[in-house]
């Protein structure tokens, strides 16, 4: 047989094919997936009746509606009201263990070879268990899931924005006792607007002092200076969503710098009215700046999406090329709060993973895993750039 024509394409046109079944099967992460908004809507179902809990819907249909935001969400205050709901049915350790598995289950489904789950261990107390207990149960789900698919996954606990310093304290303190086993970072979430990250900053400096991870929700329902908090008082290692951003120029060549992170959830920003449409949305500006982007789902169930979904909307609103989309995807995996050796490792495999994906459809040339893809337009490839034939 001859060997596979290679077909070769304008950089402006490339995006087209990046389609669902495409990018399934590349290597990709998830650094920023909360478990209460990820559960399968049939576990919520079935998880209702076998404990007796009444969530105001008839069947699935009507459940969706309830707990899937639409064209109707204006605010992220109307995003997060379809947590209530979720919550009911996670106050049992079963049930968390069930949601975890499945979660990481779903997720190696579409080549997430590495996840990091967050939740709030105060928000599943409801029932009478113990902070500890949640995260016992979390961890014991995800670390199943590890034993039989091939993805790696990591814990980080979530302090609340609305609720006392203290109680994001004992958070920290869990996010401490529990590195060893699975807790890779804490963050802080909820509504930004008349909550400052500033005010927990004790719980933040428990955990640097420590050598744990951070990463803060900033930057998402509020302006600039919710992300200038995250950085410089909480100590941000990466930032969730990071959205405005681009309204300090100093505060983004700082962040660009030191090389923080921004975890960006495309889907629910639109959904929660942080951007209009998805093609306002700055991913492309923080790209063509050097930021160091990474894609994300947000919530899977709420959102209505997946990884795979994610990267698809990204390279069709951002006409990605495939050097953009090799890179975003490698980005997910530098930014991944894994100790270095683990994640230099991580990082090749899906080098030579992604390469090969790549490989079949495009002209790939040769690059080191650092060099950026503006750097080879003085090479053939570049006639494409131009317009002329390869």
């Not at 590495?114 to 670390?143: C, F, N, T, W």
């Not at 490698?330 to 994906?357: H, Q, S």
């Not at 790549?358 to 790939?364: H, N, S, T, V």
Request: aromatic share 8%; hydrophobic share 40%.
């Amino acid at each position: 047989m001859s060997p596979k024509k290679i077909r070769r394409y304008r950089l402006n046109e490339e995006w087209r094919e990046f389609t669902d079944l495409y990018v399934r099967r590349m290597p990709k992460t998830d650094l920023h997936v909360h478990l209460d908004g990820s559960l399968r809507l049939r576990t919520l179902w079935d998880l209702a009746r076998a404990q007796g809990v009444r969530l105001g819907a008839r069947d699935l249909r009507s459940l969706r509606k309830k707990v899937q935001v639409g064209e109707n969400c204006r605010s992220l205050g109307d995003y997060l009201r379809a947590f209530p709901i979720l919550l009911k049915v996670l106050q049992e350790e079963d049930a968390l263990t069930r949601i975890a598995y499945e979660l990481a289950e779903d997720a190696a489904a579409e080549n997430v070879r590495y996840m990091e789950v967050r939740y709030s261990p105060l928000l599943h107390v409801q029932g009478g268990l113990r902070m500890s207990d949640s995260i016992d149960a979390v961890l014991q789900g995800l670390k199943a899931a590890e034993q039989k698919y091939p993805i790696r996954t990591g814990v980080i606990l979530c302090g609340i924005r609305s609720m006392t310093p203290d109680r994001s304290l004992e958070l920290a303190e869990l996010a401490v006792a529990y590195r060893a086993d699975g807790v890779v970072a804490f963050d802080l979430a909820g509504q930004e607007k008349d909550y400052p990250a500033k005010k927990h900053r004790e719980a933040f400096y428990r955990v640097l002092n420590e050598n744990q991870n951070v990463t803060v929700h900033a930057g998402e329902a509020f302006d600039v200076r919710s992300i200038h908090q995250a950085v410089h008082y909480c100590g941000a290692h990466r930032i969730g969503h990071g959205t405005r951003l681009l309204e300090d120029e100093g505060l983004m060549n700082y962040v660009i710098d030191h090389r923080i992170p921004l975890e960006v959830c495309l889907t629910s920003n639109v959904q929660t009215r942080v951007v209009r449409r998805m093609r306002d949305h700055p991913f492309r500006f923080y790209l063509d700046k050097g930021l160091r982007v990474t894609i994300n789902t947000d919530s899977r169930l709420v959102s209505n999406t997946t990884v795979t979904r994610e990267f698809v909307r990204a390279a069709r609103a951002f006409h990605l090329n495939h050097y953009e989309f090799r890179h975003v995807l490698l980005n997910g995996f530098r930014a991944a709060f894994l100790p270095y050796a683990a994640k230099v490792r991580a990082v090749r495999e899906a080098l030579l993973e992604i390469d090969t994906i790549l490989g079949e459809r495009f002209p790939m040339d040769d690059l080191v895993i650092l060099q950026d893809w503006r750097q080879l337009q003085g090479k053939p490839y570049a006639e494409n750039r131009a317009g002329g034939k390869a």
